[in-house]
């Protein structure tokens, strides 16, 4: 079955540097989360997008922006790199959560950021 | 939003069933109890979630106590794959919306 496909896996940059992680959900899943997972703690959530608008907000910092395109994938830009916005970024998708009902979240495997 | 409470860690032997207890004395009416798990460098994975009834998937079961105050994640038998830090997570529109909030979770260690 298709998994969530999270690019790139790995991604080097110097403080100050922009960088862009790209996020492909499982087909015909129109829900995208963003969580960040520092060194030794467990995933923070940042940001969602339902039907290319977005859904909720959590603790995104305001160099961090994202967005959802037509064909449902999401990339988050990071401005201004930090040493502490080293970490693990997880993208999950989930159907629609329209109806009341919410559905499951599936992971992609990740994209490991260091800032040197 | 409602917190959950769970063990910090938690220990099984190979083939032996694990339950895995979580507190969540202030959940609300509309909250799903939702199960995740996350094996070390891997994103975390989808296990088990309900709302008032207990639940069975192939993974796991579910027993939801009858207040809902608290709630079990049971592997039937665990196996070496099953260690990994598993996640209590209550998730409703009218308290956090569809997010997910990560808390602490258990690590469980399986002993061949």
């Known amino acids: 079955a298709a998994g969530v496909i999270q690019s790139p896996r790995h991604l080097i940059k110097e403080k100050r540097e922009t960088a862009t992680l790209k996020c492909y959900p499982i087909?015909?899943?129109?829900?995208v989360y963003w969580y960040q997972q520092g060194p030794g703690q467990d995933p923070q959530f940042l940001i969602s997008?339902?039907?290319?608008?977005?859904?909720d907000k959590g603790s995104i910092p305001d160099r961090f922006s994202a967005q959802q395109f037509s064909d449902y994938h999401s990339e988050l830009n990071m401005s201004s790199l930090e040493l502490g916005d080293s970490a693990l970024y997880f993208c999950?998708?989930?159907?629609?959560?329209?109806?009341?009902?919410?559905?499951?979240?599936?992971f992609g495997p990740g994209t490991r950021l260091t800032v040197t | 939003d409602a917190k959950t409470t769970q063990p910090n860690s938690m220990e099984s032997n190979e083939e032996e069933p694990v339950h895995l207890p979580c507190n969540h004395s202030?959940?609300?009416?509309?909250?799903?109890i939702h199960w995740y798990r996350q094996l070390p460098s891997q994103g975390p994975e989808y296990v088990i979630h309900?709302?008032?009834s207990n639940v069975n998937n192939r993974m796991a079961s579910l027993a939801i106590a009858e207040d809902r105050k608290s709630s079990t994640l049971i592997l039937h038998r665990a196996t070496l794959r099953d260690a990994a830090v598993y996640y209590c997570?209550?998730?409703?529109?009218?308290?956090?919306?569809?997010?997910?909030?990560f808390g602490e979770g258990t690590q469980l260690t399986v002993n061949p």
């Open positions: 999950a998708s989930s159907p629609a959560t329209a109806g009341g009902f919410i559905y499951e979240q599936y």
């Open positions: 087909p015909r899943h129109d829900t």
């Open positions: 309900g709302l008032t």
């Open positions: 997570i209550l998730v409703g529109w009218e308290t956090s919306g569809s997010r997910l909030t």
């Open positions: 202030t959940i609300s009416g509309t909250d799903y």
């Open positions: 997008f339902y039907e290319k608008m977005q859904s």
